[in-house]
């Protein structure tokens, strides 16, 4: 099938004025103003099929918001192609906006002095629904996203993890065919966070939503994502299933034993030993080089043991090795 | 037109809220009226000349502005200004309407909505105990009608264009002032424009604030006979055409050059 984003060598410099510090750099700045290019999206290339659900993580700054504003239409890139759903969105961002839903975690969409139910009236206005497909498509966001006592509340009395709801349940009244979230879990309680990323699961395995996901929450992207994209400096640095991100940033997994001796020595060549605490011991080891089974085998063999678990690390892990690997050697891409 | 006729409605339902400051602006505009009369009859009384204007017109001239007052296109849109500081315009680029109308009709919802709560009021003291005329016959009713709407549009496009300016400046306090100054002068809010030095009018002539004003107030005193209105009326309209078309072209060069930082 065609795909609905269709993206090719991207780019998007921003002019920086600076100033050096202290009145003398004020008065200075008076007469020359010292300007600095900085590149927000620096040449990246990506599809995004009908149906997929793709993270899009980068530590701050990375460009990944720069991203979606540039293909929901609110910015012009420098240069590069750029499709959504067939349009190219800052020539007819009209268009393209008809079509798609975007939540900023970090903004609201909603009015803020009205109650939410004319908040989402005025949308029904303003993207022109039909009134029947308004009512069935509200009442089932309404019921969806448990939203039946927030409706009369003006939006500045709402709650962020309520707000949040009333945003997801605006950006989706008029059915858009592709979804941008940039950050919707951002400052969430843990209730609320799981509310949501029930919410955007179900809406994508149940109603077919292609969603692009931009967050920090790495368990969003574990609970949520079958394809991370990972971007650091305007640069895309990983473009796959999270099984290959993990195999990418490393594929050391840990073996925590809990020893029957506490004063028992250990003595385990193939894997390295990370940290030792009475009977407890933390090894490290390559799963490539020695087979967790065969580990296990031979240590405990060698040692009596009472419990032992193995662990793949954590994702932050992995995507923090990523981040610092391309601050050392920005990677030759096109 | 439905979705532009909403974003009215909603600004209207806002400013509803805002009573007592209609109140306020309305007790305002009685006083300030009061000393401007006080000042043109007192420098009437000592002069023997031959007035561009009578006292009598004068009066009312000054009864019509005081009402109107929310009209003048003194400052940009707030909520704009805002929005555009902020980076919450993002959210306005997300909607699938023309951005200039749905900004126009927030500056018309500005000026329209306070110049409609305030004026009722302050008219109906004016005219039963403060000497404010009433027009010389029906065609200069129609002809003042026509002109104080057509002021409103020109009005709202004067703002649009100052509040698309803040692309440029953010802050807006400069284009403010600037036009504030502009606004009072030559709309005929410090002095009708009959009575301002001949420089002056001519370059009055040549800007589009005295359509705001002005022109559809000296229609309603019959001062512009009603069998020039056509005339006026089509200066004002051709105003209103090049202030939108600036305000189109402006506002798609202000996008180009958009940057929103942050998520």
Known sequence: ?334 | MRPYLCILGARFRVQLQYRAAALAGTLTQLFWGLIRVMIFDGFYRSSTAVHPISLAQVVSYVWLSQAAFGMLPDRVEPELRDMIRTGNVTSELLRPIDLYWSWFCRCLAMTLIPTLMRSGPLLAVAFAFLELQTPPGAASVLAAAAAFAGGMLVSSAITALLSIGLFWTVSGDGLTRLSVAAAYLFSGMVLPIPLLPEALQKAAALLPYRYVLDVPMRLYLGHIPASEAPMHLAAQLAWLLVLVAAGRSVLSRGLGRLVVQGG
């Open chain 1, 1 to 334: 099938m065609a795909a609905i984003v269709r993206v090719e060598n991207l780019l998007k410099t921003f002019r920086i004025a600076e100033r050096r510090p202290g009145l003398w750099g004020a008065v200075a700045g008076l007469v020359h103003r010292r300007h600095r290019e900085v590149r927000a999206v620096d040449g990246i290339s990506f599809e995004l099929g009908p149906g997929e659900l793709v993270g899009y993580i980068g530590p701050n700054g990375a460009g990944k918001s720069t991203t979606v504003k540039i293909l929901s239409g609110i910015l012009v890139p420098d240069s590069g192609l750029c499709e959504v759903l067939g349009r190219v969105p800052w020539k007819q961002r009209v268009e393209t906006v008809a079509r798609i839903g975007v939540v900023f975690g970090q903004r609201t969409q909603l009015w803020w002095d009205l109650p939410v139910r004319e908040s989402f009236e005025l949308l029904r206005d303003i993207y022109r629904i039909e009134p029947g497909a308004y009512r069935a498509k509200s009442d089932e966001l309404i019921a969806m996203l448990g939203l039946e006592r927030l409706l009369d509340v003006p939006v500045r009395q709402l709650s962020l993890g309520q707000r949040m709801r009333c945003d997801l349940a605006a950006a989706l009244l008029h059915s858009p065919e592709l979804l941008f979230l940039d950050e919707p879990t951002i400052g969430l309680d843990a209730v609320s966070k799981l509310a949501v990323r029930d919410f955007i699961r179900r809406l994508n395995r149940e109603r077919g939503a292609s969603v692009i996901l931009t967050t920090h929450d790495l368990d969003d992207i574990e609970a949520l994502c079958t394809r991370v994209l990972v971007i650091a400096d305007g640069r895309i640095l990983c473009d796959g299933p999270l099984s290959d991100l993990r195999a990418r940033a490393g594929s050391r997994r840990s073996l925590t034993v809990d020893l029957v001796d506490p004063a028992a020595s250990v003595d385990c060549p193939e894997a390295e030993i990370v940290s030792r605490d009475g009977q407890r011991v933390q090894l490290s080891f390559d799963p490539t080089r020695v087979k967790t089974a065969d580990l296990i085998g031979r240590f405990v063999a060698r040692h009596p043991v009472r419990d032992l678990f193995v662990e793949n690390p954590p994702i932050e892990e992995l995507v923090a090795e990523l981040y610092q690997d391309a601050r050392r050697d920005p990677p030759d891409l096109p």
